[in-house]
């Protein structure tokens, strides 16, 4: 059995690389799109999520956390009551910004002293934390104004300590690398699978491998396992090229990167040859593709954050195995994530590739 399946695997390769086209949309276009998108690429932010630390009673620092509260754009998620605090919230992404005021805020700016205040900000997505360092910068200036203007300061009463978390320069290449890997590679191993069987039945040598000794589970395994093996090779490839071109730090696991990678082209291969089996010519299949490729993009966060989105379409996002890996591709980046850390992004991403492949297998055999 293995040796059937081997000698479809390498018949599959071989059709691969004679076609000339299929040569070019493996090689070509990644490379192509990873420039574009990360020397090109930019977001904006509707949303920001943030949370207080407030040592000091006085009424001066009540009045600047009443201006944020104020603010349209800025939406409090967490009243923080220790330092400790700080980390997992922002780790975990349940905040963009934790603003942090010292016990001696308002003693200060009472006795006429500069007053220091701290905003700590993730630093993942760079544009949207330059952003939102804006917008608290306006708070933070438009208050120093109120407050001179009231207690007759000559100087600004108030300094601003900001602090990216996790992208301490704010480049943009840091965010949106890592998030090439899992867009190109969703796009190559769609590719490879969603055209496998429509090129068969277009060729007209469908009907051929099913009068050899191939089973339909044999047949299916033998077209999965080169989306696989060139999927993983483009993946690592794009990893490799992030870290050594682009130089984008790598500080986690790479063994959390290998298994998000492996559950991730498992369930796009299930989608590929589901696409794959329900098409008849390999335009059908080329179209099938494209019509899954561009909702799953839009909804997995890689372009606008999926807490802008509406409460619907966000719960919509949980079937889509784009959105995990690719927060299991910029924790391991950014964050230093380890498997254990993954772990909530790792069975859901499995969970899908299980479904998607049983779905695949179903369709294969009644198509057949």
Do not use: C
């Amino acid at each position: 059995m293995l040796l059937r399946i081997w000698a479809l695997v390498i018949k599959e390769f071989l059709s691969l690389v004679r076609d000339k086209k299929s040569r070019f949309v493996l090689i070509g276009p990644p490379l192509i799109q990873l420039l574009v998108f990360g020397y090109a690429s930019t977001f904006d932010l509707n949303h920001i999520p943030y949370a207080i630390f407030n040592e000091d009673v006085g009424f001066a620092s009540r009045q600047l956390v009443a201006r944020f509260e104020g603010a349209p754009s800025f939406e409090k998620a967490h009243v923080l009551t220790q330092e400790k605090e700080i980390g997992p919230i922002i780790d975990k992404q349940e905040v963009l910004m934790v603003i942090h005021i010292p016990i001696d805020f308002t003693k200060n700016l009472l006795n006429h002293q500069s007053a220091s205040l701290q905003i700590i900000i993730d630093g993942r997505n760079s544009n949207t934390a330059t952003l939102a360092l804006n917008y608290a910068n306006n708070i933070v200036l438009n208050f120093n104004q109120f407050w001179a203007n009231t207690y007759q300061w000559g100087t600004t009463p108030s300094e601003l300590i900001v602090r990216p978390w996790f992208n301490t320069n704010l480049l943009s290449r840091w965010f949106i690398v890592p998030g090439i890997v899992s867009l190109l590679t969703l796009v190559i191993t769609l590719l490879v699978t969603g055209l496998s069987v429509a090129r068969e039945r277009e060729q007209g040598t469908f009907d051929q491998l099913l009068v050899t000794p191939f089973t339909p589970t044999e047949i299916l395994i033998g077209k999965a396992l080169p989306g696989l093996i060139i999927g993983a090779l483009e993946g690592f490839l794009i990893v490799i090229l992030a870290i050594y071109w682009f130089k984008v730090p790598f500080v986690g696991s790479i063994i959390a990167l290998a298994i998000g990678l492996f559950l991730f082209l498992l369930a796009a291969i299930g989608i590929g040859l589901m696409i794959s089996s329900l098409s008849l010519t390999q335009q059908q299949g080329l179209l099938g593709v494209f019509l899954f490729l561009v909702p799953s993009i839009i909804l997995s966060g890689f372009a606008t954050p999926i807490a802008n989105m509406p409460l619907l379409v966000q719960k919509l996002t949980l079937i889509n195995p784009m959105r995990y890996f690719l927060i299991i591709v910029r924790g391991v980046f950014l964050q230093g994530d380890r498997v254990i850390d993954l772990w909530p992004q790792f069975w859901p991403l499995a969970l899908i590739a299980l479904f998607t492949m049983t779905i695949a297998t179903w369709l294969f055999r009644h198509r057949i």
